[in-house]
């Protein structure tokens, strides 16, 4: 090979290695253009997301408490949305995220989008949800046939000591990486906050949407990001 040659593989290999989406979800740092906001099949709305100056949030009421929003609002609050390319295998999804009184928001990774039963909006179908709470993270299969509609399983979850529980209003960095592990098995590692969460799943897609979602409270994002090697 030549010089030139050499040179072309070396470039094509640190492209390779920086490839990546990062956002910041600060007012006026980010474009709603490159996002889809996608609605649950278990609910007839697709609420977006409020602008705050350093974050966004998922729609919830003005002027509730914390409490409130999470006790009487939980089935009203779901706000979701993904990146508008799919990610391959071996991307790492990464956001910056919080919640005023336990709970939850999440990391949503989905194989494809499904449509409303109007046709006119992105409704998930089969998806995995990566929630972090106050007691530690969970993560939900979600699955959806013409028979029976959404349902769904906890696939894994991690529940912390009660002496080490995550605290409200505080900013919490989720990471989740959907990649093959040495054996060739498909794997999700999720980390929190310094502790891990990881399990074999060879279902998981060879490509997929990522993205944020909150519901049952007001959660906040800072940030998002996307790393492939």
């Given at each position: 090979?030549n010089r030139?040659?050499?040179v072309?593989v070396?470039?094509a290999?640190?492209?390779?290695?920086?490839?990546?989406?990062?956002?910041?979800?600060?007012?006026g740092?980010?474009?709603?253009?490159?996002?889809?906001?996608?609605k649950?099949?278990?609910?007839?709305?697709?609420?977006?997301?409020?602008?705050?100056?350093g974050?966004?949030?998922n729609?919830?009421?003005?002027?509730?408490?914390?409490e409130?929003?999470?006790?009487?609002c939980?089935?009203t609050?779901?706000?979701?949305?993904?990146?508008?390319?799919k990610?391959?295998?071996?991307t790492?999804?990464?956001t910056t995220?919080?919640?005023d009184?336990?709970?939850?928001?999440l990391?949503v990774?989905?194989?494809?989008l499904g449509?409303?039963?109007?046709?006119?909006?992105?409704?998930?179908?089969?998806?995995?949800?990566?929630v972090v709470?106050?007691d530690?993270l969970?993560?939900?299969?979600?699955?959806?046939?013409?028979e029976?509609?959404?349902h769904?399983i906890?696939a894994?979850?991690m529940l912390?000591?009660?002496d080490?529980?995550w605290?409200?209003?505080?900013?919490h960095?989720?990471s989740?990486?959907v990649?093959k592990?040495?054996?060739?098995?498909?794997?999700?590692?999720?980390?929190?906050?310094?502790?891990t969460?990881?399990?074999v799943?060879d279902?998981?897609?060879?490509?997929?949407?990522?993205?944020i979602?909150?519901c049952?409270?007001?959660?906040?994002?800072w940030?998002f990001?996307?790393k492939?090697?």
């Open positions: 090979m030139i040659g050499k072309a070396c470039v290999l640190v492209a390779a290695e920086a490839l990546g989406t990062e956002v910041n979800f600060a007012r740092k980010w474009n709603a253009d490159d996002w889809t906001l996608v649950s099949p278990r609910w007839d709305y697709c609420h977006g997301f409020t602008q705050r100056d974050w966004i949030e729609e919830t009421p003005e002027g509730m408490s914390p409130e929003v999470a006790k009487k939980h089935s609050t779901y706000s979701g949305m993904v990146w508008k390319e990610f391959p295998l071996g790492t999804v990464t995220t919080g919640w009184w336990q709970m939850a928001p990391i990774i989905a194989p494809d449509t409303s039963k109007d046709g006119k909006l992105p409704e998930f179908r089969e998806h995995w949800e990566i709470y106050d530690g969970n993560v939900w299969h979600h699955f959806w046939t013409p029976k509609g959404p769904w906890k894994a979850s912390l000591p009660k080490c529980w605290k409200p209003n505080v900013k960095t989720l989740v990486k990649a592990n040495a054996k060739g098995r498909k794997e999700m590692v999720c980390t929190c906050n310094g502790y969460l990881q399990y799943d279902t998981l897609p060879d490509e997929f949407y990522g993205g979602l909150g049952e409270g007001r959660n906040f994002f940030d990001s996307a492939t090697k």
